[in-house]
């Protein structure tokens, strides 16, 4: 496959079990902003799936264990992939089960823990975005003076980073966030979402031509 004419896929992993909720809103304003920039959006419902966040005994060992059919699935997702984007609630200042599940079974697949002192990387997830959408019921200046906001960035953001040899993270977070906030503040909220994942296409985009520059170079040259 010619990766620079292909289709710009985003897979979108949501992780919160209220249809109606700000977060399912999130994720389809992710949806809906990658087929406007002419991308692809692949969007994985956890909750609807009802995916299985526990690690099984087998899935620690790396070595001649096939996954489970439903891991199979989502790797496959993961592999179409060029940007996982995880939307999620953060809960008692952490992640849902549902979504350390993903990490651990689907993301983490294979992946053996020799890999993260030599700085082997993942090969379906090197040089891949990351983007983390995240909300609270509280603000982040809070989580702040608890410490938790750094444990979270340091865990998710920098540690996935370092050991997939992801090519970058970004994080959104709406602070905030709870059944009585205003139209007008979901609505900003939902705008941010735009302009950051138009960013994300557009990055994306400019590297496929990139590449494509480079193709026809590397051609004309042989």
């Not at 690690?55 to 060029?82: H, I, W």
């Not at 953060?90 to 890999?115: E, L, T």
Request: include cysteine; aromatic fraction near 8%; hydrophobic fraction near 45%.
């Amino acid at each position: 496959m010619d990766v620079a004419k292909s289709m710009i896929r985003h897979l979108i992993v949501l992780g919160h079990p209220g249809p109606d909720g700000f977060a399912h809103t999130v994720a389809a304003t992710c949806g809906d902003t990658i087929r406007g920039c002419g991308q692809e959006p692949l969007l994985r419902d956890l909750y609807a799936l009802d995916f299985d966040p526990r690690l099984r005994a087998e899935e620690r060992t790396s070595a001649g264990v096939a996954p489970a059919e439903e891991v199979k699935a989502e790797l496959e997702y993961l592999r179409r992939a060029d940007s996982i984007i995880l939307v999620y609630p953060i809960w008692f200042g952490m992640p849902p089960a549902i979504i350390k599940g993903y990490v651990d079974r689907v993301m983490g697949a294979g992946f053996a823990a020799g890999n993260l002192m030599p700085g082997i990387a993942h090969p379906l997830l090197a040089g891949k975005r990351l983007t983390l959408v995240t909300s609270s019921a509280s603000t982040k200046p809070w989580l702040e003076e608890q410490g938790q906001w750094l444990g979270l960035r340091q865990a998710f953001d920098v540690y996935l980073k370092t050991i997939f040899g992801l090519a970058s993270v970004d994080h959104v977070h709406f602070d905030a966030i709870v059944e009585a906030a205003s139209a007008q503040y979901v609505d900003q909220c939902q705008q941010q979402v735009r302009d950051a994942l138009r960013g994300l296409c557009s990055s994306l985009l400019a590297e496929r031509r990139h590449k494509r520059f480079e193709q026809l170079d590397h051609g004309a040259a042989i």
